[in-house]
């Protein structure tokens, strides 16, 4: 495998990381609600209609556009501009992360969550996957059905495109759940403060996205041509 091919997987399992960090914040510190879907929200927005309970309701449509709109960025900026999607998408969860560690426990729970709906969405269509492979790296359950299918299929054929499929799976599903464990024991530490410990893996994604573009191979360069310029002045 090419240096460049392994880099981006080392990106994707970063961002499944941070995907299942936020994933598990929600959980815990917000009433075991999964902000990275909208299933459940849809379904509540349904309640609501018919339960008649409009304040809620409001609360729920908006973190239903709010999500909508998250989907909607990397669509937009891949259209009409040359900026980078998938670093954009880094920066915007840093700024989400840090606006989420300032939200305590008295804001409304819907309303704590809009972050993590317009950051999570963000996420899901930056990062789509890599190398062929198309993958969630803000949920789990099609990651398991890939991994599982594409195990049995190696079973059966004995096809070696399905045991490199099945262990790309395999991958997403330890990251992902790597951070979901992380999550746990930074809010056994420090309850919803611990959020900004998210930045761990999103400045590794970072980190890996400029190795797979280069750029930090390029940077190195220049730092060691100026070092390189100063000492000869030096010497001079």
């Keep these: 495998m090419k240096e460049n091919n392994k880099t981006g997987y080392y990106t994707q399992y970063s961002m499944c990381v941070a995907g299942g960090f936020i994933a598990a914040y929600a959980i815990l510190n917000h009433a075991d609600f999964l902000a990275s879907a909208q299933t459940a929200n849809l379904i509540n927005i349904t309640l609501c209609i018919t339960g008649k309970n409009f ?4 609360l729920r449509v908006i973190a239903a556009v709010i999500y909508m709109a998250g989907l909607s960025v990397p669509v937009v900026i891949a259209k009409y501009t040359h900026i980078n999607i998938k670093m954009l998408c880094i920066f915007i969860e840093i700024l989400m992360t840090i606006i989420l560690y300032f939200i305590t426990k008295r804001v409304n729970t819907i309303i704590a969550l809009y972050p993590v709906f317009f950051m999570t969405s963000v996420q899901w269509n930056s990062f789509p996957g890599v190398n062929g492979f198309t993958s969630s790296s803000i949920f789990s359950t099609n990651n398991l059905r890939q991994f599982t299918t594409s195990y049995v299929e190696y079973i059966c054929d004995k096809d070696k495109n399905h045991l490199k499929k099945t262990k790309f799976f395999l991958g997403v599903l330890l990251s992902y759940h790597t951070g979901v464990a992380f999550s746990y024991f930074v809010y056994k530490q420090f309850a919803m403060k611990g959020v900004i410990f998210c930045l761990v893996p999103l400045l590794a994604g970072m980190m890996f996205l400029l190795m797979e573009e280069g750029k930090l191979a390029g940077i190195r360069r220049e730092i060691a041509a100026a ?10």
């Design 55 to 58: 304040p809620e309701l409001l």
């Design 227 to 236: 070092k390189k310029i100063i000492s000869t002045g030096k010497a001079n």
